[in-house]
């Protein structure tokens, strides 16, 4: 049973057969595009957003993190938590240098949460890269258990035209993209 | 052996050729009626043929001047100019005669005349100003492959049923309102005849609509083969794919809303799908954004300009 369909049951069924649907975002490593030579490279950082709610969990989510102990194997990214200043929401930032240690990691805490009965308080799972040397992020809706591409630019802008082709290269990978109209935006990555 | 596989869509060209096959049916039934009715045959195909004819013969110089396009030479946009020439030797057809630009807005292209000796190819100020130099490839060799398939000539004689059958319709209409087809006669079998020109005048309407579905789903196939086409062309079907997003808006679709702000809103994101309008999608002379997007990045999936 994948990750997502653990934390939140019959409500959203991933329609994706993918059993670890985060670990695909891997398949666009050192891609190029088409008439480009610049590869796709991932960022150390990545982060788990949650709305944040009343329950203790909430209140110092370091330590309530420090209690994680995956069986199959141990947490190797450093983690921290920050409150966000909109949207009563928080981040869970990783760093790792190894992609897919900081994934299993992304999955091992998104399932710890899943555990505490917090599962609905998630909401997306955000990967840091660099595509055609421009900062972009790779959003995975947990509601619906598909990425997106978000580039911002200055002045909270966002550069579509490279997201789509990012989305496209996505869609090309087999990777599960989110319609157009899901694309939403990010207003204070903490990375 | 790849190759042809790949620069080539067999399931389109039979779906073409069916639709061909079922135009040439409407024609037989056409001409069936024609005979029956005892209208003037002659009469009708020849005024039929000479509209074709004039059209056919006419259409660049009549686009240009109902679209208000204008020829540009190749010191006015060297650019354009030298994009057209290059894909026009790639796609082996000479350079089109006219390159002309209509200042609108909306982003748009089009490519028409009777042959690759006699073509235009026209785009819209919005269409060069939104696309970067890729995404302008893609239409530009779109509108390339609609002249290498000699599109004009093939819709515009496909086309010469729904004018015969439109001026039929009219004729008829204009009998029954003042001759009534013959029925108001007392004398011999007017009746009768006014039957037969009843169901002459709906075996004709039936005929124009039926015309006009075929030959607009002819369109459409004609519209993904020069997709086809035109990537082959460009060598990358992502720049048309490209194109056809920012075209259709579809990025005009991205949200500026925070993920959270949606999230609070409505946590199980049921959006509804958008429902075409089935007769609408019938009529319709293109096929969706969304199939012709789906088609082309297919192609790029497939690694085939590796083998051009």
Known sequence: MGLLKSIFGKRNKPKSDESDILSTILRVENLTFPKSTEKITFSVKSALLLNTSDDPFFENIDASL???????????????????????????????????????????????????????????????????????????????????????????????????EIGDLLTSKGIPVEPHANWYSLSDIPF | ???????????????????????????????????????????????GIAMVFFQYFMSDKLVLKTTGAKPVTAEEQPKLHGMIERLSIVGGIPKPRT????????????????????????????????????????????????????????????????????????????????????????????????????????????????????????SRYRELAADREGAIMTGSPSNLASALNKISGQIAQIPEKDLRQVEHANAFFIIPALQGNAIASLMSSHPKTEVRIDRLMEMQRQNWHLLR
Not at chain 1, 113 to 133: D, E, H, P, V
Not at chain 2, 149 to 164: E, K, P
Request: hydrophobic share 45%; aromatic share 8%; net charge neutral.
């Open chain 1, 66 to 164: 420090k209690n994680i102990h995956p069986e199959q194997q141990p947490i190797t990214s450093k983690i921290i938590s920050m409150k966000s200043g909109e949207y009563d929401s928080s981040w869970i930032v990783f760093e790792n240098p190894i992609m897919q240690k900081m994934i299993n990691d992304v999955n091992s805490v998104s399932s710890h949460i899943a555990n505490l009965g917090l599962g609905s308080t998630m909401t997306a799972a955000i990967f840091k890269g660099m595509a055609k040397n421009e900062p972009s992020y790779w959003v995975c809706n947990y509601r619906s258990a598909k990425f997106y591409p978000l580039v911002p630019t200055d002045n909270n802008q966002r550069d579509n035209n490279l997201e789509m």
């Open chain 2, 1 to 47: 052996m790849q190759r042809n596989s790949i620069g080539k869509d067999h399931q389109l060209t039979i779906r073409m050729v069916m639709t061909g096959l079922m135009l040439f049916v409407a024609y037989i039934a056409l001409f069936g009626i024609l005979l029956i009715s005892g209208l003037p045959l002659f009469l009708v195909l020849g005024m």
């Open chain 2, 99 to 218: 390159v002309a630009i209509m200042d609108i807005e909306a982003p748009n292209a089009f490519a028409t005349g009777r042959s690759p000796n006699h073509a235009t190819v026209a785009v819209t100020t919005g269409l060069l100003n939104r696309l970067n130099d890729d995404e302008l490839e893609g239409v530009i060799g779109h509108e390339l492959a609609h002249i290498k398939n000699r599109d004009v000539m093939v819709m515009t004689w496909a086309s010469l049923i729904v004018v015969i059958a439109g001026f039929l319709m009219q004729m008829l209409f204009w009998m029954s309102l003042f001759g009534g087809f013959g029925g108001h006669r007392r004398e011999g079998n007017g009746g009768q005849a006014a039957m037969i020109m009843m169901a002459v005048y709906v075996g004709v309407i039936v005929i124009y609509f039926v015309s006009q579905i075929l030959i607009s789903t002819l």
